[in-house]
């Protein structure tokens, strides 16, 4: 009889048990103040470039930005107003007052864009979200921050990334088939330029050219002699084209003597500088110029 009294009081507590969990359960699949705090959470979280996950808040009102290209893709996007401070590169290309590094965690922004250049630790201990944009940009790279940026601040509409996508795909159809890709320079200004691991070295390789300083990596200033020895056919530059068609010095090269060297204005449609979305425009114009000569040769 104590036998059974025993069974009986366990059957019991494990009824009441399953019971209690059940209705636990039932009240945490139904509960609205849980529903909605998951709606209404101000935060989320986003892949930086890096691949770092960061969190934001839903809203963001106030950047502070130092880095130039995050700075320009964020004014294309109508975005500007939201940067309340910049360091003196990215002033360069956005009017706004320049912070220094060590004042950011007393303004507390929302958000921050910096390169590698920087020492973030301040902001890690500030928990001051922030995103690392690299200093030697790829077309990737570009891309990937202008997603990112789309998606940090809701931008709507078509994305600016396909703009890049589309003159890459154009450029490529165009130049396929070329067995021999013509030399080119491209002059970021007093002969500055790059090589492997830039969007520059892949913007000349995707428009049918081959950078003669593509044995080299990242950015760097060459030698006029330098220029003149590798002969490129092609000479883009953001200088004016006269620094090279009224020096003697050049009148031997190849793109000089054949009326081949082209200025890449600084215009909404054609911007090399700091790799944003406007690099599609280069992509287009550049490889319209390699055609043309390619389609005159035939």
């Not at 500055?192 to 892949?202: F, M, S």
């Amino acid at each position: 009889m104590k036998k059974l009294s025993f069974v009986m009081a366990l059957v019991l507590l494990l009824s009441a048990v399953l019971t209690s969990c059940g209705s636990s359960y039932k009240a945490y699949s139904i509960d609205e103040n849980y529903e909605s705090t998951r709606e209404n959470n101000p935060n989320r979280t986003v892949n930086g470039v890096d691949g770092i996950r960061v969190t934001v808040p839903k809203s963001i009102s106030t950047v502070i930005c130092f880095s130039p290209e995050a700075a320009i893709i964020m004014s294309s996007a109508g975005l500007a107003g939201k940067v309340t401070g910049v360091d003196k590169a990215t002033s360069s290309v956005l009017t706004k007052p320049e912070v220094a590094l060590s004042a950011i965690p007393s303004r507390n922004p929302d958000v921050v864009f910096i390169t590698e250049d920087y020492d973030t630790s301040s902001l890690e201990d500030a928990e001051i979200p922030f995103f690392t944009v690299p200093t030697s940009l790829t077309i990737n790279d570009i891309k990937n921050l202008i997603k990112l940026i789309e998606k940090i601040f809701n931008v709507t509409g078509d994305s600016m990334s396909m703009q890049i996508d589309s003159s890459q795909n154009v450029a490529q159809q165009n130049s396929q088939g070329m067995v021999n890709k013509y030399d080119m320079f491209i002059d970021l200004g007093g002969f500055k330029t790059a090589g492997q691991g830039t969007y520059i070295n892949e913007i000349i390789s995707v428009s049918g050219g081959d950078n003669i300083f593509g044995d080299r990596e990242g950015y760097f200033t060459v030698l006029k002699q330098e220029i003149i020895d590798a002969n490129p056919a092609f000479i883009f530059t953001t200088d004016s084209e006269s620094l090279y068609t009224s020096d003697g010095d050049f009148a031997d090269v190849d793109a000089v003597k054949n009326r081949r060297v082209y200025r890449l204005d600084t215009s909404d449609e054609v911007d090399i500088h700091y790799g944003t979305q406007k690099i599609a425009g280069v992509i287009d114009y550049i490889n319209e110029r390699v055609m043309r000569l390619k389609d005159n040769k035939k």
